[in-house]
């Protein structure tokens, strides 16, 4: 058995206007979402607090090596790298291909072996704005009957778990992963500051489960369990529960290995084991 793929086709991107910004208000401006002093961070590159001042103000124009360097501290991810590096007017460092393109064929190959071995539990890989890219037979079982409008333009996890007309209105324990998700959704758009992700945050949030999840602030969140599972009733009258794991490549130098990550699904108890294994058997 196979995985299904969806492949996104995105040319590279660098934004828009970043050469005329000059690179010292995006490092202030990453240093401040980090919550970094200058002295805290000119220690740790190795700088004087009074020079990385002056870069900041745009007094000193710094080398790449600085730039990469301050964005390394910062754990800025690797587009934006290429944006500071552009602001700074030197040029890109970190390349940028397509999934299916020829020369990912080996990470595409060990994405999908993953994906495949992990049957008949579901299986993942999204980028950075949680859209689907590929996913094996059991994943896109779990979505395959949900209003068509939640799956485009792209299958994004937020939109079709968190729609009251998605994964959402299925769920047992909505609230509980549900707070969980978008908590995520904040944590990944403050570690990009993502137009993209702002955007999707903003569509997230406006519907009106999540607002009233919103509302009730993050106690809900605190007392969870250590580990959410998601929770589905099942026709008999029983109940299929899942967690989750998220797997990350490690030093990535290409951007859209840097922004993808695995999602696995596993049985939360021995009955949901049973449960999609007898699925996969009766499908097979």
Request: charged share 20%.
């Given at each position: 058995?196979?995985?299904?793929v ?9 934004g828009?206007?970043v ?13 401040t979402?980090?919550h970094?002093?200058q002295?805290?961070?000119a220690?740790d ?7 990385l001042?002056?870069?900041e103000?745009g007094r000193?124009r710094?080398?790449p090596?600085l ?9 800025v ?9 552009l ?6 460092r970190?390349?940028?291909?397509a ?10 190959t060990?994405i999908?072996?993953?994906?495949d ?5 579901p299986g993942v ?17 779990l ?6 409008e939640?799956l485009?333009p792209?299958m994004?996890v ?10 959402w209105a299925?769920s047992?324990?909505?609230e509980?992963?549900g707070a ?19 955007a999707?945050h903003d ?5 009106p489960?999540?607002?009233?999840l919103?509302?009730r ?11 959410v599972?998601?929770?589905?009733p099942?026709p ?11 797997t990350?490549f ?19 108890d021995d009955a949901?084991?049973a449960?999609l294994r ?5 499908s097979a």
């Amino acid at each position: 058995m196979t995985s299904d793929v969806v492949v996104s086709r995105r040319p590279p991107s660098y934004g828009g206007g970043v050469a005329h910004t000059s690179v010292g208000p995006l490092l202030k401006g990453w240093r401040t979402r980090r919550h970094r002093s200058q002295l805290d961070l000119a220690l740790d590159v190795g700088v004087s607090c009074r020079h990385l001042s002056f870069v900041e103000t745009g007094r000193s124009r710094p080398s790449p090596e600085l730039v990469l360097a301050l964005a390394e501290h910062l754990d800025v991810p690797l587009r934006e790298r290429n944006q500071l590096l552009l602001a700074a007017g030197y040029a890109p460092r970190y390349g940028e291909r397509a999934l299916d393109d020829p020369s990912m064929a080996a990470a595409r190959t060990s994405i999908r072996r993953v994906l495949d071995a992990h049957l008949p539990y579901p299986g993942v890989v999204i980028d950075r704005r949680w859209d689907v890219v590929m996913a094996n037979s059991a994943a896109t079982a779990l979505v395959a009957d949900l209003p068509p409008e939640l799956l485009a333009p792209s299958m994004n996890v937020y939109r079709f778990s968190l729609h009251p007309a998605g994964l959402w209105a299925r769920s047992t324990n909505p609230e509980e992963w549900g707070a969980y998700l978008v908590w995520q959704l904040e944590r990944s758009l403050m570690l990009t500051a993502d137009a993209g992700l702002q955007a999707l945050h903003d569509e997230v949030t406006a519907y009106p489960n999540v607002a009233s999840l919103q509302r009730r602030g993050r106690a809900s969140l605190e007392e969870a369990p250590i580990v959410v599972p998601f929770r589905f009733p099942t026709p008999d009258g029983g109940e299929l529960s899942m967690f989750t794991t998220l797997t990350t490549f490690g030093t990535p130098r290409d951007i859209t290995l840097d922004e993808l990550a695995v999602e696995l699904f596993y049985p939360a108890d021995d009955a949901s084991d049973a449960l999609l294994r007898g699925t996969a058997v009766a499908s097979a």
